[in-house]
Nanobody, 121 residues
Framework: QVQPVESGGGLVQAGGSLRLSCVAS????????MGWFRQAPGKEREFLAL?????GITDSVKGRFTISRDDVKNTGYLQMNSLEPEDTAVYYC?????????????????WGQGTQVTVSS
């Protein structure tokens, strides 16, 4: 069974950038669409971006965040720029068997453990 594994989180100053990665461990990344979500303490999980299988369609609710994928490397990415303290959260990668999932968490079949992003002011 595929397991998404996130990396790239950490501590960054406001205005900085981070690139999160998601590897499809135990599976073939090209078989899945990918989404990124985040959850801050005391808040509900929030949809950030998705990319369809093969990458032809993307959707993002944050203009500062860009989603992409490299099926050759079996990896997806979330590039985050101009980070703000309000972006502090645990960031999750999720994979979907659907060609083009939606923004709901229930559209995704496999979830990573999350990577912490902390933005200092």
């Amino acid at each position: 069974q595929v397991q998404p594994v996130e990396s790239g989180g950490g501590l960054v100053q406001a205005g900085g950038s981070l690139r999160l990665s998601c590897v499809a461990s135990g599976g073939t990344f090209s078989r899945y669409a990918m989404g990124w979500f985040r959850q801050a303490p005391g808040k509900e999980r929030e949809f950030l971006a998705l990319i369809s299988r093969r990458g032809g369609i993307t959707d993002s609710v944050k203009g500062r965040f860009t989603i992409s994928r490299d099926d050759v490397k079996n990896t997806g990415y979330l590039q985050m720029n101009s980070l703000e303290p309000e972006d502090t959260a645990v960031y999750y990668c999720a994979l979907s068997l659907a060609i083009l999932p939606g923004r709901r968490g229930s559209d995704y079949d496999y979830w990573g453990q999350g990577t912490q992003v902390t933005v200092s002011s």
